[in-house]
């Protein structure tokens, strides 16, 4: 169940649609289909959805770093650390990246980097109650 995929079967700048990505990654199109439901960027108004090969790399990073160190409540993660880190003054930067899925950006309080992390809607409330959060494009409120 927990297989891992190697997230380098796709290329980055292909488009996939459920089925092309299964094949190319080895697992089945229900499984492609709920990492779509779990978040993963998928272009949902086209049918079939397409998904870009760049979108499964990351949700699959970030599934797979997630995986290996969970986060802490009030932790991002930075790739360049390897692990989780608390954001720089606890500020972060909050964007869309699906109807269902937030990425929260911050700078790392330990090398600099950018750390992110991914949290659903529905956690919004949460997340605000433990960082500084500002919409991505500069508005100073
Ligand atoms: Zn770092």
Redesign the pocket.
């Known amino acids: 169940m927990a297989k891992r995929v190697n997230p380098m079967a796709v290329k980055a700048n292909a488009t996939y649609d459920v089925f092309e990505a299964a094949q190319a990654l080895k697992v089945t199109p229900a499984t492609i289909r709920n990492w779509i439901k779990d978040g993963m960027e998928a272009m949902t108004s086209s049918k079939p959805h397409l998904i870009l090969g760049s979108a499964i790399r990351e949700y699959l990073h970030t599934r797979y770093a997630a995986a290996r160190r969970p986060l802490g409540a009030d932790q991002l993660y ?1 790739p ?2 390897g692990k989780g ?1 608390k954001p720089l003054e606890r500020q972060v930067t909050q964007s869309a990246i699906t109807a269902k899925t937030d990425i929260l950006k911050g700078a ?1 309080s ?4 950018t ?1 992110t992390r991914m949290i659903s809607h529905q956690q919004r409330q949460e997340f605000a109650a433990t960082f500084h959060i500002s919409a991505e494009r500069n508005s100073e409120a």
């Open positions: 930075c360049s650390c880190q790392c330990r090398c600099g980097g750390a």
